[in-house]
């Protein structure tokens, strides 16, 4: 081979050859890129947890199915035995709420950036009840951690409804403050209706409203805020990824604080809904035949095990106080479920405390802060 060729041949190789400066460069680019498609994954799973049209649920139009269905599954041999005990999952109320307050951590961050403002959350509490006392406690110290302003109007059990409504007044005409909420229940002598209708329609972050509650009722409609409550619910079954659609849903209890918009969100997601109340002529027959059974009926340890299909998910809303001696406040709370015996017939079951209440004050907070958002037109509200 002459010369000519050898050189040729040499430069041709080095060429091909990239040095080793060029792989480096291209690795770390390479990392970066990997690192910011990753975080756009999760921002987008953020923006996915947080859309409206993921908790109002899919709008698909009513088509009954005219032709027979399907023939039922024969059931299994009668020597069928299952070779493992069944094991249940504790839904993790609490790791679901840190995820979505930081969240709202962040953006209330960005919006005190943006328009030198915080969200501002207004409570009036009457009386001396126990259990409304410690639901205020944690509502002001979820506030606190994601940056949200409170502010507590505590009255006495025996005073006015006039002097309710004026605190209720105070906070809808103050611009700082973008939800307002009563602490339910109030004491006996007071019209809890008239109360709640003084609130301002865009400052209801309790979703009690007229028409809050009737925008939910229609598919068609989006409400300005959702029951906090019912949004946990919801949100601790699309977290856990449990499937709605077509599933039997039993709802004991038909409060407005639950029961109602619980079962007008899980009709949004084409669920089969049953809704027990304190006249239901056989409410153990009826919940034994559901995959779902959310309690909100304030009645400790009601539902026991024999009312729970094998494999069925529970969502226990219930907390009642007990009295506990040993507790620091002289009670503890239980729920509506008898976690015990549920344990062994359940696959899925929220625990009291832990399971709904941390994600209802997440919804809270988050409320508000769609509230604000849609105060200072930072961004269409996400209920």
Not at 89 to 98: L, P, Q, Y
Request: proline letters at 7%.
């Amino acid at each position: 081979m002459g010369a000519a060729a050898v050189a040729l041949l040499a430069a041709t190789r080095r060429r091909s050859t990239p040095p080793v400066t060029s792989l480096l460069s291209r690795a770390v680019r390479g990392l970066h890129e990997a690192t910011a498609a990753a975080e756009e994954d999760r921002a987008r799973a953020r923006r996915r947890r947080s859309s409206s049209s993921r908790l109002l649920g899919p709008d698909i139009s009513d088509t009954w199915d005219p032709s027979p269905r399907a023939a039922a599954r024969p059931p299994p041999p009668r020597d069928y035995a299952v070779d493992c005990e069944p094991t249940v999952t504790i839904i993790d109320g609490k790791s679901i709420a840190e995820d979505i307050r930081l969240q709202i951590s962040e953006e209330v961050r960005q919006m005190k950036n943006a328009v030198g403002h915080v969200p501002g959350l207004a409570v009036v509490l009457v009386g001396d009840r126990r259990d409304s006392q410690s639901y205020v406690r944690f509502k002001v110290k979820g506030c606190e951690e994601v940056g949200i302003k409170s502010l507590l109007a505590e009255l006495p059990g025996n005073c006015t409804e006039d002097e309710v409504v004026d605190s209720v007044a105070r906070f809808n005409d103050d611009p700082s403050v973008h939800g307002v909420l009563v602490q339910l229940p109030l004491p006996q002598h007071m019209d809890e209706e008239k109360i709640l209708n003084t609130i301002s329609l865009d400052k209801d972050v309790d979703g009690f409203h007229p028409l809050n509650v009737g925008n939910l009722a229609l598919r068609s409609r989006k409400p300005l805020f959702v029951s906090c409550a019912a949004k946990a619910c919801l949100e601790l079954l699309l977290q856990s990824g449990i499937d709605l659609m077509g599933k039997h849903v039993t709802i004991i209890g038909r409060s407005k604080v639950v029961g109602l918009p619980t079962s007008l969100l899980l009709q949004r997601h084409h669920a089969t809904v049953s809704v027990i109340h304190a006249f239901t002529a056989n409410p153990e027959e009826i919940t034994r035949e559901s995959d779902i059974v959310i309690s909100a009926a304030g009645v400790a340890n009601l539902v026991r095990g024999s009312w729970l299909k094998q494999g069925a998910v529970v969502i226990d809303v219930g907390t009642n106080p007990v009295e506990d001696p040993d507790s620091d406040y002289g009670y503890r709370l239980t729920g509506d479920v008898c976690f015990e015996e549920a344990v062994t017939v359940a696959s899925a079951i929220t625990p009291v405390p832990g399971g709904v209440g941390p994600v209802t004050i997440a919804m809270l907070l988050a409320n508000t802060l769609d509230s604000a958002k849609r105060v200072y037109g930072l961004s269409d509200s996400t209920p």
